[in-house]
């Protein structure tokens, strides 16, 4: 879902990446080796030690193993041990931001990114962590603004090119939220043909090509985000993103088998919890319950596996909760945790569902409030507003939020599309119709 | 002046993103102090949080002028320095402190034997730059600007040296650019940063003669960093171009109510002389006189003042060219050599004097009051063709300034002379 997109936005400006994904982790790896063996030679090499940082950093983010995320942070310590009060400590400093965004600690990655532009580097590149940060606490004007900021009139064209990039590419999530699907769709166009005329790393390329595609799925334009996630593909056989992307296109399609496959593959990749309850809820769908159960195991598996991982997947485990009707009162404690480190319209809008789920309606309605008040369209907001006003009372508002999540996008949820159409289904009929259990519809 | 117009305008409409700082109220250096002190606490072994320490309270100099927080850094520089001994940011904060501290021949020979080691290091070259800018070598503080440039395009630190170096040329309105490009990208957190920065901006405005501009930029200034003492002394500047000197009076009692520095000491002094408190200015003149002797050998004198301050109202002419010589042996600035010359002027050595103010000349600065020291030593060498083209220059960089004042009166009564000449040629 479109909750992804900014931690996916983190994959933007890393180190090189080359197509496939196997072939990339191993470039990782060598210049990884190369880079130890550097600073190994040279104990003071600052410069050193901040490029095998970023190293790690490119390392995590193509195995999402949090070992990495330490190795990372270690080396850039090490690095501005040696030099932290020079233009050159910039780039150091803003890995050290992008290492806070990977661990959801935002005001530490707002604070790495300002300490880096303080150094007045004239490289404008923390600007774009300091956007993400600041988007993902929910302060999209300050994010906005932030990535204006992301030109250099003294680099090269490549480099106005590169950050060019990297402004549209975030600008369009922030055109997204803001309600503007096509606006941040034409963005990311951009981004993409930007991406492939400068020759970016395949994986940049790849990754594009599948927001491209998200943005597509969210705006019911099912057909151009298959196209997109194949494109994807094209560019990075077996990129996880860009397989779960196609797995839930087949699954809105109806084509569940695929779907199954497509998913089980990119979690041998990369075991996201949102893709195993994807794949647990297709199996569901297919009647095949002790597989759906499976899955839903591993999501909490995979959520609680390591410290850094209950700190990241708070929100996925709170939707997760609320979605299957588990753990509610956990699912409200983790989202309203979420919520003390990240105040964006996605954790209002879990928030919101883990509190109608657990009959907590005038909280659900604050907080859908919230949600919705960037004006984004995205169906599954709208489907949670609808449900949340249905059981408060209010059917017009249920009725307009139910229709709109249904007319962006008729298929938007595998189970919540059909659930969205059946309430109303009950909605539109006269009072005097309804069964008892439909008329009392709790959460 | 259009050019230099619009630059003001783009800092004025320049976007601030989350102005909100990250502990409350605190001033960025107050930040700095408190990130490091953390640090030291969950890593005391380690050098470099006592640098960040150290250059966060030379940053806190500026913030207030309170120059007891050298001693704190000079404590957290040692202290870095015993854990590791020779670490480059522990020498970088030890050379930033020299020049807090007008250290400038030792700061220098610290940055360059330090440049030696570290080549790739862009502040080291800064180091150099604002050593030489200090003792008029101006060349050498060229290649370190430029070598900080080349090195690290668009880099804030080294626009800011580019600025004064153009500055310094004469070029008013490529320092202007230097300056506007310097605020677009510093980060809306460094708020001292962007205020000092606009502060220097108005300074150039003032000297020029663009009063309203200054006036603007530096309001945008106090917003950025409320009750800033430069702003407050540059706000003077702009009461006394404006001929409102009780206004300049009450701002610069106000700034002087937080450590009040010699130079600033006197700029109160010479504005209550100029708004006719005469008792009271003779009671601020002897307070600065008192203090700036007292340091008068020290490194962080103010004997550019005291040279002026005996010209003017400490009537002794021997002392001022005393004092001048000494600091004319220290350092070759054009500051400090027209100040050298107009104390040469005063002793009636005006063929010497000519001399030190030629030299200020040829850097190439555009100074009102340079221009008219010039014109009136021209014109006690009888060259009245020089003096009244150095009056015209200074009446014309900056119509408002004082000295414009005095050198249309001496222009007056050059003129019918300087035609007469003329004429009979």
Redesign the interface.
């Known amino acids: 879902m479109i909750q992804k997109i900014l931690s996916l936005l983190l994959l933007i400006g890393g180190l090189a990446g080359s197509a496939p994904v196997r072939a990339q982790q191993n470039a990782t790896d060598d210049l990884i080796k190369s880079l130890q063996a550097r600073v190994k030679r040279n104990a003071e090499d600052h410069a050193g030690y901040a490029q095998l940082g970023a190293a790690y950093l490119q390392k995590g983010r193509e195995t999402a193993d949090a070992a990495d995320y330490e190795l990372a942070k270690s080396a850039l310590e090490k690095s501005l041990d040696l030099l932290s009060n020079d233009p050159a400590a910039a780039f150091a400093m803003t890995q050290m931001a992008v290492v806070g965004m990977v661990e959801h600690r935002f005001e530490d990655a707002l604070a790495w990114a300002q300490k880096a532009l303080a150094l007045g580097s004239g490289d404008p590149s923390p600007w774009a962590i300091a956007g993400d940060a600041l988007a993902d606490m929910g302060d999209y004007r300050g994010a906005a603004e932030a990535y204006s900021r992301l030109q250099n009139p003294y680099g090269s064209q490549d480099e106005k090119l590169s950050l060019s990039y990297r402004r549209d590419s975030r600008m369009s999530f922030l055109r997204f939220v803001a309600g503007d699907t096509q606006g941040a769709i034409q963005l990311m166009r951009g981004a993409v043909h930007t991406a492939i005329e400068t020759h970016m790393p395949a994986e940049n390329i790849a990754w594009s090509e599948y927001q491209l595609a998200e943005e597509f799925f969210l705006a019911g334009e099912t057909d151009a985000a298959e196209k997109a996630y194949l494109a994807s593909l094209e560019e990075c056989p077996n990129y996880y993103r860009a397989l779960a992307g196609l797995a839930k296109v087949r699954a809105s399609q109806r084509e569940y088998v695929q779907a199954v496959t497509l998913y089980k593959e990119a979690i041998a990749r990369v075991p996201y919890p949102e893709y195993a309850a994807a794949l647990g809820d297709i199996y569901r769908k297919l009647g095949q319950l002790d597989d759906a159960k499976k899955q839903y195991e591993l999501v909490e598996f995979i959520g609680y596996l390591s410290q850094l991982n209950q700190q990241i997947h708070n929100r996925d485990l709170a939707l997760f909760y609320a979605d299957h009707d588990l753990k509610l009162h956990e699912s409200l404690a983790l989202a309203q945790k979420e919520l003390e480190v990240r105040r964006d319209i996605y954790t209002w809008d879990v928030l919101a569902w883990s509190s109608f789920k657990n009959g907590k309606l005038q909280e659900a309605a604050t907080a859908i409030a919230h949600a919705l008040e960037q004006g984004t369209n995205d169906p599954q907001l709208f489907f949670h507003a609808g449900m949340i006003y249905q059981n408060l009372g209010d059917s017009p508002k249920a009725k307009e939020y139910l229709q709109r999540a249904l007319e962006i996008n008729p298929e938007f949820h595998i189970a919540y599309a059909e659930a969205a159409r059946q309430a109303l289904n009950r909605l539109n009929k006269p009072q005097g119709e309804l069964s008892a259990r439909e008329a009392n519809n709790a959460p | 002046m259009k050019m230099l117009g619009l630059a003001v305008l783009s800092l004025l409409v320049a976007?601030i993103?989350?102005a909100q700082a990250?502990l409350g109220t605190a001033t960025?250096a107050q930040q700095k102090i408190a990130?490091a002190e953390a640090a030291i606490k969950a890593h005391p072994e380690?050098?470099?949080p006592y640098?960040?320490l150290a250059?966060a309270f030379v940053q806190r100099v500026r913030e207030t002028a309170d120059p007891s927080y050298y001693l704190q850094a000079e404590t957290f520089v040692q202290k870095s320095l015993q854990i590791t001994p020779d670490?480059?940011?522990g020498q970088?904060?030890r050379i930033m402190i020299l020049l807090g501290r007008g250290e400038f021949g030792q700061a220098r020979v610290l940055a360059k034997a330090l440049n030696k080691n570290t080549p790739?290091?862009?502040?080291v070259y800064g180091f150099i730059a604002d050593a030489d800018i200090a003792l008029g070598d101006y060349e050498d503080a060229d290649i370190a600007a430029q070598w900080m440039l080349d090195m690290?395009?668009?880099?804030?630190?080294?626009?800011l040296r580019g600025a004064a170096l153009r500055r310094l040329y004469g070029d008013t309105h490529g320092a202007a650019e230097f300056l506007s490009?310097?605020y677009q990208?510093?980060?809306p957190?460094?708020t001292e940063?962007l205020a000092w920065t606009l502060t220097q901006m108005a300074d150039l405005q003032l000297s020029t003669g663009d009063i309203d501009g200054a006036e603007k930029l530096l309001h945008s200034a106090l917003q950025q960093f409320p009750g800033y003492y430069a702003i407050l002394e540059d706000l003077a500047r702009v009461q006394t171009a404006r001929q409102h000197y009780s206004e300049s009076v009450e701002l610069l009692r106000q700034r002087n109510l937080k450590f009040p520095t010699a130079a600033s000491r006197y700029a109160l002094a010479e504005a209550l002389e100029r708004a006719g408190e005469n008792t009271e200015a003779g009671l601020a003149y002897t307070d600065f006189a008192t203090t700036a002797r007292a340091r008068i050998n020290g490194s962080d004198n103010a004997n550019r003042e005291l040279i002026f301050y005996y010209l003017g109202f400490g009537h002794d002419l021997a002392e001022a060219l005393r004092i001048a010589q000494l600091e004319i042996s220290r350092r070759h600035d054009v500051s400090t050599l027209d100040a050298y010359a107009w104390a040469l002027c005063g002793n009636g050595r005006y063929e010497e004097a000519q001399k030190q103010v030629a030299a200020a000349l040829a850097v190439g600065i555009r100074e009102a009051r340079i221009f008219y020291h010039a014109g009136v030593i021209a014109a006690k060498l009888h060259d009245s063709a020089s003096a009244v083209r150095y009056f015209n220059q200074s009446v014309e960089l900056n119509p408002s300034s004082e000295s414009a004042v005095a050198a249309r009166e001496a222009l007056q009564k050059l003129l019918p002379r300087s035609a007469a000449a003329h004429g009979a040629k």
């Open positions: 976007p993103v989350y990250p960025p990130w380690r050098n470099q640098n960040d250059v670490n480059l940011e970088k904060a790739d290091d862009v502040l690290r395009p668009g880099n804030v630190p080294g626009l490009q310097s990208q510093i980060a957190t460094q940063d």
